[in-house]
């Protein structure tokens, strides 16, 4: 049986030249709840946009998420929104939640060849959060729903795209990310590709798909903690 939770050794990752990680919940840990201020910012966009209750809303845009792989892909295409408006009121948050993490800077910061953020998200909210973090200048570039044409992660053109602007050579790649659904077409390519899951996997409200199933063959490795996971690899 496969253990997924084993520390890495760095002969695993020694062929990796680019270095690709999720932003929510990846770059920093779930306990965090940074995305919680998003995902009610969202609840009452859908509630405004739609004149529902805040149930009703939710229900709704939980079930966008699930389907179209973001809140904001199934309202563009239920109901048309303007993304850009959107992606503004979802993500006018409070950033001073997120602590800096000086240790996982270093840790990125000594990773070899290039490192990126590929992100569900805006440019702006990928700046902010890893602006908090402190670890910002350590990326290369950050890869976002706009580049993606609005078409989500886990679309395998989207990941094309991101792939074929960078010229990743997908053999020599790792991908990080928190989502288990996000991490099937990067695992056909030939990436390795590892989970991040909250602490003593604490889910909390996380529904059945978004959770980790160890059993899955697109996950190489699990990890409560980045920095720890990317200690044994630099």
């Known amino acids: ?23 929510d919940n990846t770059l920093y840990p779930h306990h ?9 910012n969202m609840t009452a966009y859908v509630a405004t946009l739609l ?6 809303a939710r229900v709704l845009q939980k079930q966008y998420y699930r389907d179209h792989g973001t809140t904001l892909q199934g309202l563009m295409l239920h109901h048309g929104v303007d993304p850009d408006d959107f992606l503004e009121k979802a ?9 800096a993490d000086p240790e996982l800077g270093e840790m990125i910061k000594a990773l ?16 902010m959060t890893a602006r908090a973090l402190g670890i910002l200048e350590h990326f290369d570039d950050i890869f976002d729903i706009v580049a993606a044409g609005y078409t989500p992660k886990p679309a395998g053109e989207t990941y ?11 053999k ?6 928190d989502l288990p659904r996000n991490l099937v077409v990067p695992r056909a390519l030939g990436m390795k590709t590892v989970l991040l899951v909250p602490r003593n996997l604490e889910y909390d409200v996380a529904e059945a798909w978004e ?3 160890e059993t899955a063959d697109q996950i190489d490795f699990i990890t409560e903690n980045l920095t720890t996971f990317l200690s044994h690899l630099v």
């Not at 680019?18 to 932003?23: A, G, H, I, R, T």
């Not at 965090?32 to 009610?40: G, H, P, S, T, W």
């Not at 993500?91 to 602590?99: L, N, S, W």
């Not at 094309?160 to 997908?170: I, N, Q």
């Open 160 to 170: 094309d795209k991101f792939m074929s602007l960078h010229r990743v050579d997908t």
């Open 211 to 213: 959770r980790a199933d």
């Open 1 to 23: 049986m496969t253990d997924y939770r084993r520390a890495p050794t760095k002969a695993e990752f020694a062929h990796v030249t680019d270095w690709v990680f999720d932003l």
């Open 91 to 99: 993500h006018a948050i409070d950033y001073g939640v997120v602590p």
């Open 51 to 56: 004149t529902l209750s805040p149930e009703e």
């Open 112 to 127: 070899p060849g290039r490192k990126f953020i590929f992100t569900n998200g805006s440019v702006r909210h990928a700046e």
């Open 172 to 177: 020599r790649a790792a991908m990080f990310e």
């Open 32 to 40: 965090v709840d940074l995305f919680a201020q998003i995902d009610r």
